[in-house]
């Protein structure tokens, strides 16, 4: 941070920005950079003096508060948090019912007979402890 005395002095208001980091403090506020409506990245540094009731309600921005940071976190938090362990449950489900109808479609006794039977709850056996192992 540049020092008051020697640093450079502006005077006005900054630009309207997004994003910016702030901190508040006695009587002022810091703030650093940000992005423009139109897309500009800033890097620079306002301390705004006074007090919150001194100050305006500020006119709103031009343009919308969004960028492509928080369009990424809205479609991890979708990926991560409800189509993944919704497909997890739902291939879990389609499993157990393809089991079911094989189990059903078998001849009594029939089970074992041949490779693929044998694989085929096996990996059944593997797919449904799966849970279970994971909390080892």
């Known amino acids: 941070m540049v020092n008051q005395e020697s640093g450079p002095r502006l005077d006005g208001l900054p630009e309207q ?10 009587n002022m506020l810091l ?13 620079d540094m306002w301390k705004l003096a006074g007090s919150f009731d001194d100050w305006p309600v500020s006119d ?8 492509l940071l928080n369009l990424h976190g809205l479609f991890m938090t979708i990926a ?6 919704a497909g997890a449950g739902i291939g879990t489900a389609f499993a157990v019912c393809g089991l079911i109808c094989s189990i059903t479609a078998t001849k009594s006794g029939d089970h074992f007979s041949c490779v ?16 279970m192992i994971a909390l080892l």
């Open 17 to 26: 920005r997004h994003g910016a980091a702030m901190v508040a403090a006695t």
């Open 60 to 67: 709103a921005c031009s343009g919308p508060y969004f960028s």
């Open 80 to 85: 991560f948090g409800f189509v993944l362990p």
């Open 116 to 131: 693929h039977s044998i694989l085929g709850i096996t990996v059944m056996l593997m797919l449904l402890l799966q849970p």
């Open 31 to 43: 703030m650093y950079g940000g992005e423009t409506t139109s897309g500009r990245v800033l890097s």
